[in-house]
């Protein structure tokens, strides 16, 4: 098993621009979220997902799309990039949607210009 | 919603004594409370945690506690090594979805 998959590690993008950002995970896992790592701030909630076809917002979702068109794949679209939005950007899902284990991915470093 | 307060900020302990770092959360409602150790540049790592029917869980060297009524849990680490250097993170949660509401974070160095 591969786990969590983040691509790309790291982007760069001026303000303005959009992209996404992908996540695929190969463990059957129900649920999978996105995170975003800021100094000082631990991680902030973004969206998740409790299964495919099904997506809800976080702490932190302005700026910010998802869908879950398959059980494998959650990916994150930044519509019109911001300076605000410069983060570190994890994945992470479980097998369950009750409180179970993340796992998270090896993140995606993105600087908005 | 739910607010979780991590201290201290950052912790320098001499190698071989303890740590420990201390969280409150405000939503009794919470019923799951997980530990991730993020080493440099690395991904987040589930170390041990900890539901609200149990109020102490130990793995090895790492131990958890949690006081309900007061509304706070702890991370142990016993016997640091360098290798216990890193940022940890508490967080909680509810058992409808799997929302975690992460601290601050606390940065360790273990000092040789």
């Known amino acids: 098993n591969a786990g969590v998959t983040q691509t790309p590690k790291f982007q760069v993008l001026k303000t303005g621009q959009s992209m996404t950002l992908q996540c695929a995970q190969d463990m059957n896992h129900e649920y999978m979220s996105w995170y975003r790592q800021d100094p000082g701030m631990g991680l902030r909630l973004i969206h998740y997902s409790v299964g495919a076809g099904i997506t809800d917002q976080g702490e932190v979702p302005n700026g910010y799309n998802v869908s879950r068109s398959t059980t494998e794949d959650f990916p994150l679209r930044l519509l019109s990039a911001a300076p605000s939005q410069t983060s570190v950007y994890f994945c992470?899902?479980?097998?369950?949607?009750?409180?179970?284990?993340?796992?998270f991915g090896n993140g995606t470093r993105l600087t908005v210009t | 919603g739910e607010n979780v307060e991590q201290h201290p900020s950052t912790l320098s302990v001499q190698e071989g004594d303890s740590a420990v770092i201390k969280c409150t959360y405000s939503d009794s409602a919470s019923n799951y409370f997980p530990w991730y150790k993020q080493e440099l540049g690395k991904r987040p790592q589930l170390i041990i945690d900890?539901?609200?029917?149990?109020g102490e869980k130990k793995d090895q060297r790492i131990a958890v506690t949690l006081n309900k009524t007061a509304k706070h849990f702890s991370l142990h680490i016993t016997e640091t090594q360098p290798e216990d250097s890193a940022v940890y993170f508490c967080a909680a949660g509810k058992a409808a979805g799997n929302k975690l509401t992460f601290g601050g974070g606390t940065r360790v160095l273990v000092k040789p």
């Open positions: 900890i539901r609200s029917n149990v």
């Open positions: 992470a899902s479980s097998y369950r949607v009750d409180n179970s284990p993340l796992h």
